[in-house]
């Protein structure tokens, strides 16, 4: 009741200011101290507000100002009530209050419950909202923004499967909403097109080498396991003096060029025992420059024959042009839990809504637009929803306190874990494993460097080291059946042995009955990164040679360590587990920083377009240019790949 609230608040009050003329404020460092390894320290703390560490009588001589006593304001609980009950929604008196409650309970559409608090049957319900629903034949009844957005093309093939077994008329209007709803055509002038894009079929590139190269049988096949095209064929000598030059056939240039190699011609001026290999510049010139023309004279070809163009035009439409981007209103959230004087922008509930229902999102915000909030709300909302048990943020070292204490102020109530790099120690670290994996957290707060050492799950492990090298095996296979270049068979096979000998280290740690508990085994069910740009550094395999900004293609420890992560909460809890990044800056060097963040929140629909590979991504979104650049030792230039800007970015 309202008196018995009064009366522990006054008695608060007099614990406070008893504690306070003692011992003094509860953020002086000494008190901090003693009640660092509280758990509930950052409540703690959240009852001073606005503190002033003030300035001691020897600094400010020093400084030349006046002294200044510590000094804080008492929080609003001293003299106001700072949580309320929640309040369940017990009665509505239309449909689209029923939707909007329901929505707001769970996050989803829950037929049952709106039918118990509208006193009306679902079938009515279903009436009265129109299209505001639809029932899908794969997540069952969803909001019409949530069904209408996406890939509406395969959603539209799903629901006509399901109309042909059924007979439900249901999913009959499900197909005709769908495709009015289906992003508009893209004209070819519309349509970014390369030679060398993956996705573009091989009878397509046999008719360009034979018209061009004057060519008699050639064969072109794209290696989807390799990342390669596989070019066989020989040009007429008319054609060769027009497209290739005195060391590079045209087959050969084609070659580099649709594979993304750079071309660099180079003669030996030593001996077979003591080579100097020393760049054949004009060699080179000359071979680049009938490189770009190839380029340039592929991009005009492709569209002059008016079935060809048609064609290719309907193949992209078809596979790529399948999106349309959902509007998110969270204006019905009510976040139960918030701190009092908490005020959410606009801007910050829309984007909490969409990782509810995205449950994977990058919080691309500039500095200051709110992602601390946003992520600490949505986390929240998940929490109450029962989406998730026990998020996990990893923030930059430093922050780890300023952010426990940012989830106390918005959220007075929460139950937080905030670990430190000593609670990391070898000699705490179990201690610590055993606090996350036993206690009913709301959110758990560490350190990048920290969140490295959580082991990651052995198995998840050695199933992600698996499926590269069963991409690789797949790939050397198709090339040697189709006796494709033997430098990149050698390649791929020294990929497949270090891929091996991973694996046989991964057994071998499985082995160690004194080993850690892993991050499985800790019970993490969602993951948000503060920073995520710090994790950019991911592996990859590409045949193209110095791309700025592509860093080692071995990648780094942490990068590799935060994707087995990744995975492991996207197979663990089939694509549903949240997974929330945070940066300003998700593209700082190079557009190809897009495809690491891709990776790591879209793995299985990059895979499921054959878009995994880099050499591939880069085929359908990437302008590739080679250009000249100063060599690092000042010393003259040297040829390297850039990424001049994206293309086909809607469908991006």
Do not use: C
Not at 479 to 487: I, L, P
Request: charged share 25%.
């Amino acid at each position: 009741t309202d008196e018995a609230i009064e009366s522990v608040r006054a008695k608060l009050n007099r614990v406070y200011d008893d504690f306070v003329r003692e011992f003094g404020l509860l953020h002086s460092q000494g008190n901090k101290h003693l009640f660092n390894q509280d758990p509930g320290q950052p409540r703690m703390l959240a009852l001073e507000a606005k503190y002033d560490k003030g300035i001691s009588k020897l600094v400010a001589q020093k400084m030349g100002v006046a002294a200044r006593e510590p000094s804080t304001k008492k929080a609003s609980i001293f003299t106001a009530r700072g949580r309320w009950p929640i309040v369940r929604v017990t009665s509505v008196t239309s449909a689209q209050d029923a939707l909007a409650a329901s929505l707001n309970e769970f996050g989803e559409v829950r037929p049952d419950y709106m039918a118990d608090i509208y006193k009306k049957p679902w079938t009515q319900i279903r009436s009265e909202l129109g299209e505001q629903v639809f029932n899908d034949p794969q997540a069952g009844w969803v909001s019409a923004d949530a069904y209408l957005s996406g890939n509406v093309k395969r959603k539209a093939e799903q629901a006509q499967e399901a109309y042909k077994q059924t007979n439900d008329e249901e999913f009959a209007k499900n197909v005709v909403a769908l495709k009015a709803a289906f992003p508009p055509d893209k004209t070819h002038r519309q349509i970014g097109i390369r030679l060398g894009s993956y996705w573009v079929p091989g009878p397509v590139m046999e008719q360009y080498i034979r018209e061009r190269f004057g060519a008699q049988s050639p064969s072109a096949k794209y290696i989807k396991a390799a990342s390669q095209w596989d070019i066989e064929g020989s040009g007429s000598v008319e054609k060769g003096a027009e497209w290739g030059t005195k060391r590079m056939e045209p087959i050969a240039i084609l070659r580099h060029v649709v594979n993304n190699k750079t071309i660099i011609l180079k003669d030996n001026m030593g001996t077979s025992d003591a080579p100097q290999w020393v760049v054949d510049v004009d060699g080179t010139e000359s071979a680049n420059a009938k490189a770009d023309a190839m380029r340039k004279d592929f991009a005009l070809w492709v569209w002059e024959d008016e079935t060809r163009r048609n064609d290719i035009t309907s193949l992209y439409n078809r596979e790529y042009n399948t999106d349309v981007t959902r509007a998110y209103d969270g204006s019905h959230l009510s976040f139960p839990g918030i701190a009092p004087d908490a005020d959410f922008r606009q801007h910050i509930v829309n984007a909490a809504w969409r990782a509810i229902q995205d449950r994977r999102v990058l919080f691309d915000h500039v500095v200051g637009a709110g992602k601390t909030p946003t992520i600490i709300a949505t986390l929240m909302e998940m929490k109450r929803i029962g989406i998730v048990r026990k998020p996990l943020i990893a923030v930059p070292n430093a922050l780890v306190a300023q952010w426990r204490d940012e989830i106390a102020k918005f959220y007075p109530g929460a139950n937080v874990l905030a670990a430190t790099e000593k609670d990391f120690a070898k000699a705490n670290r179990q201690m610590l494993f055993g606090k996350i994996a036993t206690g009913d957290w709301d959110m758990i707060v560490v350190a990048h460097t920290a969140f490295g050492k959580i082991p990651t799950p052995l198995d998840m492990q050695m199933e992600i080291l698996q499926e590269q090298l069963d991409d690789i095996v797949a790939g050397i296979r198709e090339m040697k059946e189709a006796r494709g270049d033997r430098h990149i068979v050698r390649d791929m096979e020294r990929i497949e042995e270090n891929l091996r000998e991973k694996i046989k280290a991964i057994v071998a740690k499985t082995a160690d009955k004194d080993r850690e508990a892993d991050f499985a085994e800790l019970g993490i069910d969602a993951l948000a990164i503060d920073e995520a740009h710090l994790f950019k550094n991911l592996f990859y395999y590409t045949k193209m040679q110095r791309v700025a900004g592509l860093g080692s293609a071995a990648g780094s420890g942490r990068a590799m360590d935060l994707f087995v992560k990744t995975r492991y909460l996207t197979k663990r809890y089939k694509g549903r587990a949240p997974l929330l990044f945070a940066t300003g800056t998700p593209v700082s060097n190079s557009l190809v920083e897009m495809y690491t963040m891709q990776r790591y929140m879209q793995w299985d629909e990059l895979k499921e377009k054959n878009l995994h590979m880099l050499d591939t991504w880069a085929s359908l979104y990437g302008d590739i240019q080679n250009v000249y650049e100063v060599h690092p030792s000042g010393t003259g230039y040297r040829l390297a790949t850039r990424f001049a800007k994206f293309t086909n970015l809607s469908s991006l």
